[in-house]
Protein backbone atom coordinates (compact mmCIF):
# COMPACT_ATOMS: atom_id res chain seq x y z
CA UNK A 1 0.00 0.00 0.00
CA UNK A 2 1.58 3.52 -0.87
CA UNK A 3 0.60 6.22 1.50
CA UNK A 4 1.74 9.09 -1.07
CA UNK A 5 0.41 11.10 -4.03
CA UNK A 6 0.13 8.74 -7.07
CA UNK A 7 1.99 10.42 -10.15
CA UNK A 8 -1.08 9.91 -11.88
CA UNK A 9 -1.34 8.78 -16.13
CA UNK A 10 -1.35 12.37 -17.39
CA UNK A 11 0.90 15.31 -17.48
CA UNK A 12 -0.77 17.56 -15.31
CA UNK A 13 -1.14 14.63 -12.63
CA UNK A 14 2.71 14.42 -12.78
CA UNK A 15 2.87 17.79 -12.37
CA UNK A 16 0.78 17.95 -9.58
CA UNK A 17 2.70 14.96 -7.99
CA UNK A 18 5.73 17.13 -8.76
CA UNK A 19 4.48 20.46 -7.23
CA UNK A 20 3.83 18.15 -3.61
CA UNK A 21 7.15 16.32 -3.40
CA UNK A 22 8.87 19.63 -3.91
CA UNK A 23 6.67 21.42 -1.14
CA UNK A 24 7.16 18.26 0.97
CA UNK A 25 10.58 18.12 0.73
CA UNK A 26 10.98 22.35 1.53
CA UNK A 27 8.69 21.54 4.85
CA UNK A 28 11.22 18.71 5.58
CA UNK A 29 13.91 20.74 5.28
CA UNK A 30 12.67 23.54 7.29
CA UNK A 31 11.75 21.28 10.15
CA UNK A 32 15.03 19.51 10.01
CA UNK A 33 16.89 23.21 10.36
CA UNK A 34 14.10 24.45 13.15
CA UNK A 35 14.22 21.61 15.43
CA UNK A 36 17.79 20.90 14.76
CA UNK A 37 18.23 24.14 15.98
CA UNK A 38 16.08 23.97 18.68
CA UNK A 39 17.64 20.96 19.95
CA UNK A 40 21.34 22.13 19.78
CA UNK A 41 20.88 25.43 21.73
CA UNK A 42 18.49 23.18 23.97
CA UNK A 43 21.62 21.09 24.66
CA UNK A 44 24.01 23.67 24.20
CA UNK A 45 22.48 25.90 26.78
CA UNK A 46 21.58 23.57 29.47
CA UNK A 47 21.41 24.98 32.78
CA UNK A 48 23.94 22.31 34.30
CA UNK A 49 26.39 23.75 31.99
CA UNK A 50 26.13 26.61 33.98
CA UNK A 51 24.32 29.15 31.04
CA UNK A 52 22.80 32.39 31.88
CA UNK A 53 20.21 33.37 30.18
CA UNK A 54 20.57 36.35 27.41
CA UNK A 55 18.93 39.70 28.74
CA UNK A 56 17.55 41.13 25.41
CA UNK A 57 14.25 42.27 24.03
CA UNK A 58 12.98 42.91 20.70
CA UNK A 59 16.32 42.45 18.29
CA UNK A 60 15.28 44.15 14.92
CA UNK A 61 18.12 41.98 13.17
CA UNK A 62 16.08 39.08 14.09
CA UNK A 63 12.89 40.15 13.75
CA UNK A 64 13.88 41.11 9.70
CA UNK A 65 15.71 37.58 9.38
CA UNK A 66 12.32 35.52 10.19
CA UNK A 67 10.22 37.96 8.21
CA UNK A 68 12.19 38.11 4.87
CA UNK A 69 13.54 34.19 5.14
CA UNK A 70 9.96 33.27 5.19
CA UNK A 71 8.53 35.36 2.71
CA UNK A 72 11.46 34.23 0.05
CA UNK A 73 10.24 30.80 1.31
CA UNK A 74 6.83 31.30 0.11
CA UNK A 75 7.38 33.01 -2.60
CA UNK A 76 9.84 30.07 -3.86
CA UNK A 77 6.70 27.58 -3.13
CA UNK A 78 4.23 30.14 -5.47
CA UNK A 79 6.11 30.36 -8.26
CA UNK A 80 5.66 26.89 -9.56
CA UNK A 81 2.15 25.99 -7.63
CA UNK A 82 0.82 28.98 -9.29
CA UNK A 83 1.92 27.72 -12.70
CA UNK A 84 0.50 24.14 -12.14
CA UNK A 85 -2.75 25.22 -10.61
CA UNK A 86 -3.34 27.93 -13.96
CA UNK A 87 -2.51 24.88 -15.97
CA UNK A 88 -5.36 22.82 -14.43
CA UNK A 89 -7.65 25.23 -14.53
CA UNK A 90 -7.20 25.82 -18.71
CA UNK A 91 -9.89 23.63 -20.47
CA UNK A 92 -9.53 25.70 -23.78
CA UNK A 93 -9.23 24.05 -27.39
CA UNK A 94 -10.60 20.83 -26.05
CA UNK A 95 -11.23 18.05 -28.96
CA UNK A 96 -14.37 16.23 -26.71
CA UNK A 97 -16.73 17.91 -24.78
CA UNK A 98 -18.72 15.60 -21.45
CA UNK A 99 -21.72 16.82 -19.41
CA UNK A 100 -21.08 14.86 -15.85
CA UNK A 101 -24.25 15.10 -13.82
CA UNK A 102 -24.16 14.06 -10.29
CA UNK A 103 -27.59 13.39 -8.77
CA UNK A 104 -28.29 10.99 -5.06
CA UNK A 105 -26.35 8.70 -5.66
CA UNK A 106 -25.21 7.92 -9.91
CA UNK A 107 -23.24 9.90 -12.04
CA UNK A 108 -24.92 10.98 -15.40
CA UNK A 109 -22.89 11.23 -18.91
CA UNK A 110 -23.30 13.34 -21.85
CA UNK A 111 -21.50 13.88 -25.17
CA UNK A 112 -21.60 16.35 -26.83
CA UNK A 113 -22.42 16.93 -30.74
CA UNK A 114 -23.13 12.93 -29.79
CA UNK A 115 -26.18 10.81 -29.87
CA UNK A 116 -24.89 9.25 -26.43
CA UNK A 117 -25.78 9.89 -22.91
CA UNK A 118 -26.51 7.66 -20.11
CA UNK A 119 -26.03 7.25 -15.89
CA UNK A 120 -23.68 4.52 -14.45
CA UNK A 121 -24.35 3.01 -11.32
CA UNK A 122 -23.02 0.78 -8.51
CA UNK A 123 -22.62 -2.81 -9.84
CA UNK A 124 -20.97 -4.06 -6.55
CA UNK A 125 -23.51 -6.89 -5.58
CA UNK A 126 -25.26 -5.43 -2.21
CA UNK A 127 -24.74 -8.57 -0.54
CA UNK A 128 -20.44 -8.05 -0.68
CA UNK A 129 -21.84 -4.47 1.19
CA UNK A 130 -23.98 -6.63 3.88
CA UNK A 131 -21.21 -8.90 4.45
CA UNK A 132 -22.92 -11.98 2.75
CA UNK A 133 -20.45 -12.45 0.36
CA UNK A 134 -16.62 -11.71 0.21
CA UNK A 135 -15.54 -7.90 -0.83
CA UNK A 136 -13.83 -8.21 -4.65
CA UNK A 137 -10.53 -6.47 -5.07
CA UNK A 138 -12.86 -3.72 -6.51
CA UNK A 139 -14.97 -3.44 -4.22
CA UNK A 140 -17.30 0.17 -4.44
CA UNK A 141 -15.34 1.09 -7.35
CA UNK A 142 -17.48 -0.84 -9.85
CA UNK A 143 -20.34 0.82 -12.10
CA UNK A 144 -22.61 -0.81 -14.96
CA UNK A 145 -21.74 1.25 -17.65
CA UNK A 146 -18.12 3.23 -17.39
CA UNK A 147 -17.35 6.43 -19.09
CA UNK A 148 -15.00 5.30 -22.02
CA UNK A 149 -12.41 8.17 -23.11
CA UNK A 150 -9.58 8.30 -26.00
CA UNK A 151 -6.03 9.00 -25.31
CA UNK A 152 -3.90 12.10 -26.72
CA UNK A 153 -7.01 13.96 -26.94
CA UNK A 154 -7.63 17.08 -24.57
CA UNK A 155 -11.27 16.13 -23.03
CA UNK A 156 -13.40 18.90 -21.25
CA UNK A 157 -15.73 18.31 -18.53
CA UNK A 158 -18.64 20.54 -17.65
CA UNK A 159 -19.39 19.39 -13.93
CA UNK A 160 -22.93 19.91 -12.09
CA UNK A 161 -25.67 18.20 -9.85
CA UNK A 162 -29.46 17.78 -10.12
CA UNK A 163 -29.51 17.87 -6.25
CA UNK A 164 -26.77 18.29 -3.64
CA UNK A 165 -23.29 18.94 -4.13
CA UNK A 166 -21.16 16.45 -4.80
CA UNK A 167 -17.96 15.92 -6.48
CA UNK A 168 -16.02 14.13 -9.63
CA UNK A 169 -12.86 12.82 -8.02
CA UNK A 170 -10.67 10.48 -10.47
CA UNK A 171 -6.98 10.33 -8.74
CA UNK A 172 -5.03 9.24 -11.45
CA UNK A 173 -6.11 12.46 -13.60
CA UNK A 174 -5.66 14.68 -10.83
CA UNK A 175 -9.08 15.98 -11.52
CA UNK A 176 -11.33 16.86 -8.60
CA UNK A 177 -13.81 19.08 -9.12
CA UNK A 178 -17.19 19.60 -7.29
CA UNK A 179 -20.48 19.33 -9.27
CA UNK A 180 -22.78 21.90 -7.36
CA UNK A 181 -26.72 22.37 -8.58
CA UNK A 182 -27.55 25.53 -10.72
CA UNK A 183 -23.59 25.86 -11.22
CA UNK A 184 -21.18 24.63 -13.98
CA UNK A 185 -17.67 24.14 -13.00
CA UNK A 186 -14.84 22.97 -15.57
CA UNK A 187 -12.22 20.25 -15.82
CA UNK A 188 -9.97 18.72 -18.76
CA UNK A 189 -7.65 15.86 -19.16
CA UNK A 190 -5.61 14.37 -21.49
CA UNK A 191 -4.94 10.58 -20.52
CA UNK A 192 -1.43 9.24 -21.75
CA UNK A 193 -2.13 5.34 -21.89
CA UNK A 194 -4.98 2.89 -22.56
CA UNK A 195 -6.49 1.28 -19.12
CA UNK A 196 -9.31 1.22 -16.39
CA UNK A 197 -9.08 4.61 -13.93
CA UNK A 198 -11.34 4.77 -11.18
CA UNK A 199 -12.06 7.54 -8.75
CA UNK A 200 -15.42 8.13 -6.33
CA UNK A 201 -17.48 11.11 -5.05
CA UNK A 202 -15.61 13.14 -2.60
CA UNK A 203 -18.33 15.42 -1.53
CA UNK A 204 -20.63 13.41 1.45
CA UNK A 205 -23.62 13.78 -0.73
CA UNK A 206 -25.92 11.43 1.52
CA UNK A 207 -26.71 8.32 3.02
CA UNK A 208 -25.27 6.02 0.24
CA UNK A 209 -22.29 8.39 -0.30
CA UNK A 210 -19.89 5.87 -0.02
CA UNK A 211 -22.06 3.95 -3.23
CA UNK A 212 -21.18 6.08 -5.88
CA UNK A 213 -17.92 5.29 -7.30
CA UNK A 214 -16.69 6.68 -10.95
CA UNK A 215 -14.88 4.29 -13.66
CA UNK A 216 -13.24 5.46 -16.50
CA UNK A 217 -11.93 3.32 -19.41
CA UNK A 218 -9.43 4.66 -21.85
CA UNK A 219 -9.24 3.38 -25.44
CA UNK A 220 -7.00 4.10 -28.28
CA UNK A 221 -8.80 6.12 -31.02
CA UNK A 222 -9.34 3.63 -32.87
CA UNK A 223 -10.57 1.42 -30.36
CA UNK A 224 -12.42 4.53 -29.22
CA UNK A 225 -14.17 5.67 -32.52
CA UNK A 226 -15.90 1.81 -33.30
CA UNK A 227 -17.09 2.09 -28.65
CA UNK A 228 -18.39 5.13 -30.07
CA UNK A 229 -20.14 4.44 -33.14
CA UNK A 230 -21.92 1.28 -31.77
CA UNK A 231 -22.79 2.83 -28.44
CA UNK A 232 -24.70 5.69 -30.62
CA UNK A 233 -26.67 3.45 -33.05
CA UNK A 234 -27.59 1.15 -29.94
CA UNK A 235 -28.64 4.61 -28.32
CA UNK A 236 -30.88 5.46 -30.91
CA UNK A 237 -32.21 2.07 -31.69
CA UNK A 238 -33.50 2.39 -28.32
CA UNK A 239 -34.83 5.97 -28.53
CA UNK A 240 -36.99 4.27 -31.70
CA UNK A 241 -37.83 1.47 -29.35
CA UNK A 242 -39.27 3.58 -27.11
CA UNK A 243 -41.54 5.44 -29.38
CA UNK A 244 -42.98 1.92 -30.21
CA UNK A 245 -43.80 1.31 -27.09
CA UNK A 246 -46.71 4.27 -26.82
CA UNK A 247 -48.71 2.29 -28.92
CA UNK A 248 -48.66 -0.80 -26.45
CA UNK A 249 -50.54 -1.78 -23.89
CA UNK A 250 -49.02 -4.51 -20.95
CA UNK A 251 -51.22 -6.40 -18.88
CA UNK A 252 -51.23 -6.21 -15.06
CA UNK A 253 -48.82 -8.81 -14.21
CA UNK A 254 -46.21 -8.02 -16.49
CA UNK A 255 -46.28 -4.34 -15.18
CA UNK A 256 -46.15 -5.50 -11.51
CA UNK A 257 -42.99 -7.89 -11.99
CA UNK A 258 -41.23 -5.66 -14.02
CA UNK A 259 -42.42 -2.95 -11.70
CA UNK A 260 -41.12 -4.49 -8.45
CA UNK A 261 -37.69 -5.13 -10.06
CA UNK A 262 -37.35 -1.24 -11.07
CA UNK A 263 -38.63 -0.04 -7.58
CA UNK A 264 -36.25 -2.62 -5.97
CA UNK A 265 -33.39 -1.40 -8.11
CA UNK A 266 -34.23 2.39 -7.90
CA UNK A 267 -36.43 3.55 -5.30
CA UNK A 268 -36.02 1.04 -2.65
CA UNK A 269 -33.23 2.83 -1.08
CA UNK A 270 -35.48 5.63 0.41
CA UNK A 271 -38.63 4.62 0.13
CA UNK A 272 -37.27 0.88 1.25
CA UNK A 273 -38.83 -1.98 0.01
CA UNK A 274 -42.22 -2.05 2.34
CA UNK A 275 -42.87 0.70 0.64
CA UNK A 276 -43.70 2.39 4.53
CA UNK A 277 -40.25 5.03 3.69
CA UNK A 278 -38.09 6.43 6.69
CA UNK A 279 -40.12 8.56 9.09
CA UNK A 280 -38.87 12.26 9.00
CA UNK A 281 -36.62 11.57 5.88
CA UNK A 282 -38.17 9.57 3.28
CA UNK A 283 -42.17 9.86 2.96
CA UNK A 284 -43.99 6.54 2.78
CA UNK A 285 -45.90 5.08 -0.74
CA UNK A 286 -47.78 3.08 1.31
CA UNK A 287 -51.30 4.75 1.49
CA UNK A 288 -49.77 8.53 0.71
CA UNK A 289 -51.76 10.80 -1.30
CA UNK A 290 -49.41 10.57 -4.27
CA UNK A 291 -49.45 6.58 -4.59
CA UNK A 292 -53.13 6.49 -3.88
CA UNK A 293 -54.40 10.06 -5.32
CA UNK A 294 -54.50 11.32 -8.60
CA UNK A 295 -52.22 9.43 -11.55
CA UNK A 296 -51.13 12.25 -13.61
CA UNK A 297 -49.85 13.69 -10.33
CA UNK A 298 -48.17 10.32 -9.65
CA UNK A 299 -46.41 10.02 -12.83
CA UNK A 300 -45.26 14.10 -12.78
CA UNK A 301 -43.72 13.48 -9.65
CA UNK A 302 -41.80 10.52 -10.79
CA UNK A 303 -41.25 11.86 -14.51
CA UNK A 304 -39.99 15.18 -12.98
CA UNK A 305 -38.93 14.90 -9.65
CA UNK A 306 -39.81 17.64 -6.69
CA UNK A 307 -37.15 20.57 -6.28
CA UNK A 308 -35.60 21.29 -3.06
CA UNK A 309 -35.81 17.29 -2.03
CA UNK A 310 -34.06 13.98 -2.35
CA UNK A 311 -37.04 12.90 -5.15
CA UNK A 312 -34.91 12.75 -8.51
CA UNK A 313 -36.39 12.99 -11.68
CA UNK A 314 -36.42 9.77 -13.15
CA UNK A 315 -37.69 10.86 -16.64
CA UNK A 316 -34.17 10.58 -17.99
CA UNK A 317 -32.89 7.13 -15.70
CA UNK A 318 -36.07 4.93 -17.02
CA UNK A 319 -37.46 4.35 -20.27
CA UNK A 320 -41.03 4.57 -20.73
CA UNK A 321 -41.68 0.96 -20.19
CA UNK A 322 -40.03 1.15 -16.71
CA UNK A 323 -41.70 4.44 -15.48
CA UNK A 324 -45.05 2.98 -16.68
CA UNK A 325 -44.62 -0.27 -15.05
CA UNK A 326 -42.74 1.32 -11.69
CA UNK A 327 -45.37 3.38 -11.36
CA UNK A 328 -48.13 0.86 -11.79
CA UNK A 329 -46.47 -1.19 -9.02
CA UNK A 330 -46.53 1.92 -6.57
CA UNK A 331 -50.25 2.33 -7.23
CA UNK A 332 -51.12 -1.35 -6.41
CA UNK A 333 -48.16 -2.90 -4.07
CA UNK A 334 -48.52 -2.81 -0.39
CA UNK A 335 -52.25 -2.22 0.01
CA UNK A 336 -52.46 0.16 -2.25
CA UNK A 337 -55.05 -1.70 -4.43
CA UNK A 338 -56.12 1.24 -6.78
CA UNK A 339 -56.69 -0.79 -9.85
CA UNK A 340 -54.76 2.02 -11.97
CA UNK A 341 -52.54 0.55 -14.96
CA UNK A 342 -50.46 3.09 -16.12
CA UNK A 343 -49.33 2.61 -19.76
CA UNK A 344 -46.24 4.35 -22.16
CA UNK A 345 -48.86 6.42 -23.15
CA UNK A 346 -49.50 8.27 -20.26
CA UNK A 347 -46.02 8.82 -19.38
CA UNK A 348 -45.56 10.40 -22.85
CA UNK A 349 -48.33 12.57 -22.32
CA UNK A 350 -47.11 14.01 -19.23
CA UNK A 351 -43.76 14.33 -20.86
CA UNK A 352 -45.06 16.28 -23.51
CA UNK A 353 -47.31 18.63 -21.38
CA UNK A 354 -44.34 19.86 -19.50
CA UNK A 355 -42.73 20.74 -23.04
Known amino acids: MSFN ?24 AIGVLVFGAMFWAIFHHRKSKGAKPAQFHESTKVEIIWTIVPFIIL ?13 MEDPS ?14 WHYKYFDRELEFYSVLASDMDEVNGKLEKRKNYLLEVDRPLVLPIDKKVRFLMTSEDVIHSWWVPDFAVKKDANPGFINEAWTIIDKPGI ?3 QCAELCGKDHGFMPIVVIAKTQADYD ?12 KKAQE ?3 VAMTM ?17 AACHQVNGEGLPGVFPGLKDSPIAVGDVTKHIEVVVHGVPGTAMQAFGKQLGLKELA ?12 DTGDLVQAKDVVAVQNAAQ
Open 5 to 28: LRPGVTAISEQVYGLHMTIFYICC
Open 226 to 237: TWLAEEEAAYLA
Open 251 to 267: EQDELMSLGKKVYDKSC
Open 75 to 87: IGMAIPATKTLLA
Open 325 to 336: AVITYERNAWGN
Open 197 to 199: YRG
Open 93 to 106: DADITIQVTGSQWK
Open 243 to 245: LEL
